[in-house]
């Protein structure tokens, strides 16, 4: 009898020590149920690499729910209650607003707040940028006193920024020579007879319908008189041209999310489409030599947002604080600064990176040795300078950013009509 209480107090102390081992390795995960937050997004920040980290960092459940652009604008708009958090990009900003899926953000509650940069509050990074037609981020941030957004500033607002960058397209340098930036590389070339058959397109109306109003307008197929707010003529004249390349097999396909864009390229499907930077990164990082274009015309640009649901309340509530500000803490910075990506204050996560990775991603310098991306492949080479230079000169080259037009809803219906033709 003895023995077998003996027993049992030793694997009680055993067992003791084991919980305690546990709990101070993780004490916010065995100490309690962690709090459940959602978020809904797209492949391009909502990552798996993000998610274990932000959960380490923090003790909450993330749940991700990654989809194409159109597909997660279309069910936070009608479902807010279906997430708590949403990241994609400011053209979906005003759909979401009057749709009433997001609330205010308090911007006492962003404790790096002072420490973002004036891309996004007043528009420039330099006194001579370009602050490029359409949406503009700096003119939808702000809550205004009568519940509208605009650029004054307050005390609230509708989005935090964090994520951005400018896109353009791809290309495939085995099949089509290497230009040069902002001298030879054209939006123009998505729309060239050369590459019939092998051209792709991002299938969002309010990014890839851009693409191809650069494109239209470089080649001399229409006049646009403001390319960030089209007209309805405007939009018929464009989607005719479109639809008839269309029928005759110039696009090769649609793509919806980055993974696809990239299997769109390595298949051999495409050697020139639109791209976003972590496609590029990730076929560079298995040998495919892609060059992320630099347009003479100037970049489509785009800014992520993360919205707070309209339906997110209490503890769930200050979990999405918490999540937003670590964001904005270094380590996400530095982490998608390895996919091509910005943060809204860069200079937190400079210290997560070495003086060669910020030379490269940053100030646009030669990579003095190989970089690896997030996949902890080699993505940059020894040399290479990151096509259209440093961070500053490419933001202030934006010729329009991501956009919902007054002519939204007849872009939408002509934008189907295009893709199903």
Not at 17 to 22: M, Y
Not at 115 to 139: E, F, M
Not at 236 to 255: P, Q, V, Y
């Amino acid at each position: 009898m003895v023995d077998r209480v003996k027993r049992r107090h030793i694997k009680q102390l055993a067992l003791a020590g084991v919980s305690a081992g546990l709990a101070s390795k993780a004490p916010m995960v065995f100490s309690k149920t962690p709090v459940r937050l959602r978020v809904l997004g797209t492949h391009v920040t909502l990552q798996e690499a993000l998610r274990e980290q932000a959960m380490q960092d923090l003790g909450i459940e993330l749940v991700f729910e990654p989809k194409g652009s159109a597909a997660v604008l279309q069910k936070a708009s009608v479902y807010p209650e279906a997430f708590d958090l949403y990241e994609q990009w400011s053209n979906s900003i005003n759909v979401l607003w009057r749709s009433g899926s997001i609330q205010a953000i308090d911007k006492k509650r962003i404790k790096n707040w002072l420490d973002i940069n004036s891309l996004t509050k007043t528009g420039k990074l330099t006194v001579d940028a370009k602050i490029g037609a359409g949406d503009a981020p700096y003119k939808i941030l702000h809550v205004q006193g009568d519940n509208t957004l605009g650029s004054t500033h307050t005390d609230y607002i509708s989005y935090l920024p964090y994520v951005h960058n400018v896109d353009s397209f791809g290309y495939d340098t085995r099949t089509i020579p290497k230009g040069i930036p902002y001298e030879t590389e054209s939006w123009g070339w998505l729309l060239d007879e050369k590459y019939a058959g092998k051209v792709g397109i991002v299938n969002a109306p309010t990014i890839g319908l851009f693409d191809l109003v650069l494109a239209a307008q470089t080649r001399g197929l229409i006049e646009i008189e403001d390319i960030g707010a089209l007209s309805k003529t405007e939009l018929d004249a464009l989607f005719n041209i479109l639809i008839d390349l269309k029928k005759k097999g110039h696009f090769s396909g649609f793509w919806t999310s980055v993974p696809e864009s990239v299997r769109f390229m390595s298949s051999g499907r495409v050697v020139l489409e639109s791209m976003f930077s972590p496609a590029v990164s990730a076929l560079n990082g298995k040998g495919i030599p892609v060059v992320y274009a630099a347009p003479k015309e100037g970049y489509r640009g785009w800014h992520g947002v993360m919205c707070l649901s309209s339906a997110t309340r209490g503890k769930v509530k200050d979990a999405a604080y918490d999540y937003m500000n670590w964001w904005l803490s270094g380590w996400p910075g530095a982490f998608i600064a390895r996919q091509g990506y910005y943060i809204a204050n860069p200079q937190t996560s400079r210290e997560y990176l070495s003086e060669g990775e910020w030379d490269y991603w940053y100030e646009g310098k030669p990579a003095v040795t190989d970089l690896r991306g997030t996949d902890g492949k080699i993505s940059v080479k020894k040399g290479e300078v990151r096509t259209g230079g440093s961070y500053q000169r490419r933001l202030s080259n934006v010729a329009v950013w991501n956009t919902v037009m007054p002519s939204y809803e007849y872009s939408l219906q002509k934008w189907y009509e295009f893709i199903s033709s």
